[in-house]
């Protein structure tokens, strides 16, 4: 099975392709202009790398979100149209879920740079069962709904624990950075759909955790 | 050749089937009105959600109507521009992935000359395809164009602009006086089912006279002078009684919003309507005369207005229009103006960005 995972959502983007549970191929994609120009060069040149194209792909792997709005529609949007011609999965994983999937230990916080001061986060077990959902707030919120729990956090923002990051004042102590979630986005796609926990294609939303910006008429 | 048109510009979700630039198989419209009209217009990021719920289940019909399976297609049109861009960027990600996984070309469209489309295609279709070169006037909630449209066997159809509005959009003028005067989102059609029960003369309103280009247009200053005789005439309670009742009513027919108006309201009402239209056909006259053009194109939304359509009938040339479905945005119309460029062995790289500010011609 070839599982093909594409992550759009934050800053730095990432591919992976995953072929029967381990990683045939993985890369971060830097955009600076935005993923929706280089997306479908970065599928096409990591497939044919590997001697493959569009077509040979079985499950497609967007990440979900958190992250940009418009980043997770391009992830989302590039998926069901390769998915939608050939008639394959498209399996979404949650951004945050894969990098606690990346993470380690009984605790896994993952958290994400979500700007204007405020991080994505959750908090998952080992099997990757929710314990905090995901959520937009302060670091501090974030804390203090930890409580006395002492997870292992994975990011893919080093930034969010600089100086001027929303986390500055703490980083913890154990702290996993990863360079994209794509590799475990593809690893966990693979593994639901081998378990058939799949929805229908028109069906796949994103998870978009912070509300849109608008005011409420009166 | 075989066509799959999409559009995602602004608030609609649109894809068509056209067969030849000619024969629409489908024309698929989902329509975000309910979404938008509790804001009072159209939210950007709302909008964009929305496109990325509806394109596959839109596409997907738009197929089925067609009776073709994504293997008959022979290309994938889409509006890149201009537009709002977190929604032109859903519907032109999801062309370029149908078209990768087709292997088929994939055509970037500007959503300006999918208008004129509309009407070179209907025209086409009739058999009496639109004398060239043309004027084109694209008049829109966003846009209010003048184009001279003309033909070469190595370029193609080629667009040069000739003026347009500096400020509001044509359209935008109306949504915006029919606000002012306390009608509910989107206010416009409503004034032109309006304007017939008025007097066109009965408030004086003044014409524009563009420094510079002439063929340019302006309705902020009309839109301006609507708002100085509501305050000199004291309409306020009028106007607020008319919000409240008119309030969460969803789509209003012409009879409600008549009760609802005064006949003084009703003048103030023809008498926009009139102006506009004189603003619109004047340039059009002129531009007509000034180029030699031989016939000229009427689209965009704004197109659909009755009292624009009856008006530009007085006009020396012939003028073509599109049937109502084919003014406001679809797809089609997409598709219909990809076809020539098909024809020509274009297509457009998967690298093309969106381009919520793309011009026609400068």
Redesign the interface.
Known sequence: MLTLALDTANRRGGIALAHDGAIAASRTIEAP??F??????E??SLLAAQGLR??DVDVWAPAAGPGS??GV??G???????A???STLVVPIGNLEALAFAGRGDLRAAVLDARRGQVFSALYDAHLGPLLEPTVGSWEDFRAALGKRMPVFATIDAELFGSAGPAHAERPDQLILVDTPAASIALLAERRARAGETVP??QVQ?I?VRR???RE?E | MNILGIETSCDETAAAVVVDGERELSNVVASQFDVHA???GV?P??A??QH?DA???V??EALERAGMQ?TDLDAIAVTYGPGL??CL??G???????A???GKPFIGINHLEGHIHAVVMEQRRAGSPAELPAIAMVVSGGHTHLFLIEETAEQGYDYSLLGKTRDDAAGEAFDKVAKLLGYPYPGGPLLDLLAPFGNPKGVALPGTRMKGNQLDMSFSGLKTAVLRHVQASDMAEEIAERRDALKGRGRIGVEEARQATPQATLDLIASFQYRVIEELLLRAAVAADETGARSLILCGGVAANSGLRARFQSLPVPVYTSALALSTDNAAMIAAAAYPRLLRGESSP?????QPNLKLAQ
């Open positions: 202009d935005g929706a120009g280089v997306v479908f060069a599928i096409e569009v077509q709005f418009t529609r391009i989302l949007a590039a998926a069901k149209a390769l939608e011609v050939s294609l028109e994103p978009y849109p910006d608008v008429p | 509790r804001y009072g939210v990021e709302l964009s959600r990325l394109i596959t289940p596409v997907r994504y861009v977190g960027l859903v032109l990600t999801y062309a370029k992935g149908l990768l996984a087709l998967l690298d093309l960005r969106a």
